[in-house]
T-cell receptor
Framework: DAKTTQPPSMDCAEGRAANLPCNHS???????VYWYRQIHSQGPQYIIH???NNETNEMASLIITEDRKSSTLILPHATLRDTAVYYC????????????FGGGTRLMVKP | EADIYQTPRYLVIGTGKKITLECSQT?????MYWYQQDPGMELHLIHY???????EKGDLSSESTVSRIRTEHFPLTLESARPSHTSQYLC????????????FGSGTRLTVV
């Protein structure tokens, strides 16, 4: 699976959009981009995933660049409860379907 | 409601004791996983299973063992607990379908004294 690079930490003001970047310059054509988050040592929670197109669900939006070498997770109106570690993961679906977690980005939403 | 359950949530146990961490899911998922996570550190895969009677070791070497006798149940056992086993253990499951994510349990925080 392709390696990802994320900033170790970010701050965001409550009510503002949180934009979390992820670099995956070695991504291959059949690798999906997944985002998970982990709130204070709870089990990670699936947020969103995409292959080529931008995606949106009730939690967030995922913007993938045209060359697929990077992506951005957008939380449109961050709340204090969005404070968590956010993981960007890319993986091939036929590689045993295992998730490999890196260090992620620790997002701190401040009042 | 379909979900994944881990028990106990917290466990403090003495050195040398045998322990089993329970993980059950009601989603009918074939694939199940155990991750280990020390405080503030990354998650590491220690065991996985593709279905009944299938178990494999993950990327991180672990002295624990697992079994998969039923689809919904994937327990993890430590035959003789040591302080070095103190950690959080997280169980997850997935359908294996393309694009499907993992569902994680709440974890078991184990302390061996």
């Amino acid at each position: 699976d392709a390696k990802t690079t994320q900033p170790p930490s970010m701050d965001c003001a409550e009510g503002r959009a949180a934009n979390l970047p992820c670099n995956h310059s070695t991504i291959s054509g059949n690798e999906y981009v997944y985002w998970y988050r982990q709130i204070h040592s709870q089990g990670p929670q699936y947020i969103i995933h995409g292959l080529k197109n931008n995606e949106t669900n009730e939690m967030a939006s995922l913007i993938i660049t045209e060359d697929r070498k990077s992506s951005t997770l957008i939380l449109p109106h961050a709340t204090l409860r969005d404070t968590a570690v956010y993981y960007c993961i890319v993986r091939v679906e036929d590689a045993g379907n295992m998730l490999t977690f890196g260090g992620g980005t620790r997002l701190m939403v401040k009042p | 409601e379909a979900d994944i359950y881990q028990t106990p949530r917290y466990l403090v146990i003495g050195t040398g004791k045998k322990i089993t961490l329970e993980c059950s899911q009601t989603m009918g998922h074939d694939k199940m996983y155990w991750y280990q996570q020390d405080p503030g550190m990354e998650l590491h895969l220690i065991h996985y299973s593709y279905g009944v009677n299938s178990t494999e070791k993950g990327d991180l070497s672990s002295e624990s063992t697992v079994s998969r006798i039923r689809t919904e149940h994937f327990p993890l056992t430590l035959e003789s607990a040591r302080p070095s086993h103190t950690s959080q253990y997280l169980c997850a499951s997935s359908s294996g379908l393309v694009g499907d994510g993992y569902t994680f349990g709440s974890g078991t925080r184990l302390t061996v004294v």
